[in-house]
């Protein structure tokens, strides 16, 4: 992978690792919510990946953003599924979210660049 993505996934994992050595149960217990949320159900993971980026993205939330691009990018989100997402996301946030789809379109240029 490129520099922004292997920077974002390596502190990413050492901060979870920290939090977690140290964390009470209900840090815990919502980790694991947070992680049981987007497993197969009703929505396919793709589908949920692809909604917890519109989220992101409208609450301009860039960690969150880097994590469900690369998400969506395992699950198989293709370029012109992308566009569709960055349009809606854009859409529902309006223009302060201008700055956040820069950053996401870059991040995702990077994921597709290890392909």
Excluded: Q
């Excluded at 490129?2 to 901060?15: A, E, I, P, S």
């Amino acid at each position: 992978m490129g520099k922004l993505v292997d920077d974002f996934n390596g502190y990413r994992t050492k901060m979870n690792d920290r939090i977690m050595a140290t964390a009470n149960t209900n840090i815990k217990r919502f980790f694991a919510l947070d992680t049981t949320s987007y497993a197969e159900g009703a929505l396919d993971v793709k589908t949920k990946e692809m909604l917890g980026l519109v989220a992101s993205m409208v609450l301009r939330c860039d960690d969150c953003i880097k994590y469900h691009l690369g998400k969506c990018h395992e699950a198989g989100v293709n370029n012109d599924e992308m566009n569709e997402i960055f349009m809606i996301a854009n859409l529902v946030g309006g223009s302060i979210v201008i700055p956040h789809y820069r950053r996401a379109v870059e991040y995702w240029d990077e994921l597709n660049e290890a392909v």
